[in-house]
């Protein structure tokens, strides 16, 4: 069983987050600059929220808000779902789907350790497919 963790390792621990009062539009260029769909909003190291591209064009572009005049914290979201480490992957897949959520931070004894989307997810379930299907190979034809 494949866990948080094991994705962790493997993709890297590193988060990008922005502070609550930063504006829209400096979220937006973190964004840009590290073609990242979210960050992690922290006040003084503690997660306080979600700020995401779907978050931007809900909250801003349809409400016909400016970028420039909005802080992260009127926008974001406040309802963080997370995982931790010791969890399987199969259970942040079914969390993730069930709550309509692309990105997941990771948190261990209230730490923010990291961050999984749902592409992540999605990448170690083919792995591990990938690998039984290459032990049922191997013994169908003999290898073991």
């Known amino acids: ?10 993709k890297g621990r ?3 987050s922005i502070p609550p009062d930063a504006s829209v539009y400096e979220a937006l260029q973190v964004m840009a600059d590290k073609n990242i769909a ?3 909003v922290l006040d003084d190291g503690k997660l306080v929220g979600i700020m995401s591209e779907r ?4 909250e801003i572009i349809l409400k016909g808000r400016t970028s420039f005049g909005t ?3 009127e926008v974001m979201s406040t309802r963080v779902l997370y995982a931790q480490p010791d969890q399987s992957v199969q259970e942040c897949m079914a969390v993730m ?3 309509d959520l ?3 931070p990771v948190l261990q004894n209230d730490e923010l350790v990291g961050i999984v989307s749902i592409g992540d997810m999605v990448k170690s379930v083919i792995g591990d497919q990938k690998f039984s299907i290459e032990q049922y ?3 169908i034809h003999g290898d073991h």
Request: hydrophobic fraction near 45%; avoid cysteine.
């Open 97 to 99: 789907a069930a709550n």
């Open 38 to 40: 979210s960050l992690i």
């Open 71 to 73: 802080l992260v914290r």
């Open 137 to 139: 190979e191997h013994y």
């Open 55 to 58: 978050i931007y064009a809900r």
């Open 14 to 16: 590193g988060v990008y």
């Open 1 to 10: 069983m494949t866990t948080v963790k094991d994705v962790l390792n493997q």
């Open 102 to 104: 692309r990105h997941l």
